[in-house]
């Protein structure tokens, strides 16, 4: 599958195509031209088969059961914005072309860009509206009533009404999440805000301060205890200083033994018993003033047992000490400071909702006008290129159905709907029972449109279907001029639409041991002339 590709235009053109062991083929390769490209055959040639190919290397592969393996190859020319798309996907290709494999097992269909394995989704996601394929029902993105929109919209030219909404809409989406974040219901916020309410209101009515369990529980235990401190230091200020006994008296006594030698060297034990004095005499006096604090009376004692009452009941709901329990009090103020900014939150953003769903509503309007404008002319130019066609008395129209919120494509739904024939009734595009009818329709859109896609290649299958050689050139002169624009590759029965081709295919049978296989080579000179004219009817002798 080595090849020179010749770039005739510029975007991820289709380059070439390549297979082996790919159903009916045995080994195909081809060079695709940058205008129009045709693909001629008998019936059961294999024209079906090779357009499978087409459809694998996009990313839609056909079911393989077949014992053996196969591959097909798709090489394309690509642009910044095709590089862009498939970075963000975290796919990161050098060069200007882009190489799509596709090897087909038994049990596996693996895909690869440029040698690395990606998952078809990459290679579906990176040509859809890059490559458009025009068969029976198959229609890739002009059959998607999603992007309906899409081909007003370009043909708006990027009005600004346009850029306007979808920023309005944005901006409204980014609300609406905000909102949707609010998980709570008003009744909600209302009872936690008056539970708050009411843990902060019992709290401060307490007025605690720091560290007062810890005192006012140390009085509590020496108030109860009273009775017995109270008979203990009458008992230590008996043995230190009151009793007839007291270590007061023993010391003086010690002391009045001692002067009788201090004159022999003792001066100083009479020093060391004067210090025993005053330290009995210090520890005297604190007694002293111990014992006059725990006189109580009964009032205050039932004041402190309250208190102590308070500060239990707090401990049990928000703390194991003062200290923990302010720090409660703080965070429920902060919580209640919260709820009341999440109202105050949600209120401005229904506010800020209502204001952007009146301008989007608005803008929409707008939006609607000028599709509805240019549908009009978009309509007229179609109805041209059906009468040049043959489909005189068809219609295509833009149906702008109004939907009940905004949408980020706007207001309004775009549906292209049709009518074959005069009388007939308006119905969707996509129920176009005949593929014939179908690829004109969308032969006709292009033709109005060629200007204003953003494709690359369009492929066309049974565009020539129950259209006879009167009209053949019709039809050709219509992909003759949207191949000016676009890369156009034709499957066709038509000699006019052959002759005027800038590349030229033709898919035969052929027999090789038994087996019929199917082969396609380019025709030039005159082998190109005797296709065309077997295509014609003029089967030379």
């Keep these: 599958m080595k090849a020179t590709f010749l770039l005739l235009m510029e975007g991820d053109m289709l380059l070439s195509l390549a297979g082996k062991d790919f159903l009916t083929f045995k080994d195909f390769y081809v060079e695709f031209s940058g205008g129009m490209n045709a693909i001629t055959g008998e019936s059961g040639a294999g024209k079906t088969v090779f357009l499978k190919a087409l459809w694998a290397v996009l990313g839609f592969p056909p079911l393989w059961d077949n014992d053996g393996s196969g591959s097909v190859e798709g090489n394309f020319a690509v642009d910044d914005s095709l590089l862009s798309k498939l970075g963000d996907m975290g796919v990161d290709i050098n060069g200007d072309q882009l190489l799509v494999s596709v090897s087909f097992t038994g049990q596996r269909t693996i ?20 490559v458009e394929i025009h068969s029976q029902h198959s229609s890739i993105s002009l059959l998607d009533e999603s992007k309906h929109h899409i081909i007003l919209d370009h043909a708006l030219g990027g009005d600004t009404s346009l850029t306007r909404y979808s920023e309005l809409y944005a901006e409204y989406i980014k609300v609406r999440r905000e909102l949707d974040s609010f998980i709570v219901d008003p009744s909600q916020i209302e009872r936690e ?113 309250s208190r102590i009452t308070i500060i239990q009941g707090l401990k049990r709901k928000y703390g194991d000490s003062v200290e923990k329990i302010l720090v409660r009090l703080e965070e429920f103020k902060k919580e209640l400071g919260t709820l009341k900014e999440l109202e105050g939150r949600k209120e401005r953003l229904k506010k800020n909702e209502e204001e952007l769903l009146s301008s989007l509503k608005e803008t929409g309007r707008i939006v609607d006008q000028k599709r509805l404008v240019r549908a009009k ?53 996509g129920s176009v029972a005949s593929g014939g009818e179908l690829s004109r329709f969308l032969l006709a859109l292009e033709s109005a449109l060629k200007n204003q896609l953003d494709l690359k290649t369009i492929v066309f299958d049974e565009v020539d279907s129950g259209v006879g050689q009167r009209l053949g050139t019709v039809v050709s002169g219509k992909l003759e001029e949207i191949s000016r624009e676009i890369q156009t590759i034709v499957i066709t029965h038509l000699p006019q639409i052959a002759m005027s081709s800038d590349r030229h295919f033709v898919v035969r049978k052929q027999q090789v041991h038994n087996e019929t296989i199917s082969i396609i080579e380019e025709l030039h000179g005159s082998s190109k002339e005797r296709e065309i004219e077997e295509m014609s009817g003029q089967i030379p002798d």
Aim: glycine content about 4%; overall charge negative; hydrophobic content about 35%.
């Design 377 to 429: 002319e978009i309509e007229e130019q179609i109805r041209v290129h059906l009468e040049d066609l043959r489909m005189k008395g068809a219609e295509l129209r833009f149906h702008l159905k109004p939907e009940l919120m905004p949408r980020s494509y706007g207001t309004s739904k775009v549906t292209m709907v049709v009518k074959t024939n005069p009388g007939m009734d308006l119905m969707e595009i």
């Design 111 to 130: 895909y690869r860009i440029n040698g690395k394995m990606v998952p078809k989704q990459i290679v579906q996601s990176a040509f859809r509206d890059r």
């Design 193 to 305: 805000k008056d539970f708050l309410e009411f843990q902060i209101r019992e709290i401060e009515q307490a007025d605690l301060q720091p560290h007062e369990d810890e005192v006012i529980e140390m009085k509590y235990t020496r108030y109860r205890n009273a009775q017995m401190l109270l008979e203990t230091f009458q008992e230590l200020t008996d043995l230190l200083k009151d009793g007839e006994l007291s270590i007061y008296n023993s010391l003086n006594d010690a002391r009045a033994t001692v002067e009788k030698i201090r004159n022999f060297g003792y001066k100083d034990w009479l020093d060391n018993l004067q210090i025993a004095l005053e330290e009995l005499d210090s520890l005297y006096t604190k007694i002293d003033e111990e014992r006059s604090t725990l006189e109580i009376d009964d009032e205050e004692f039932s004041a402190i047992e």
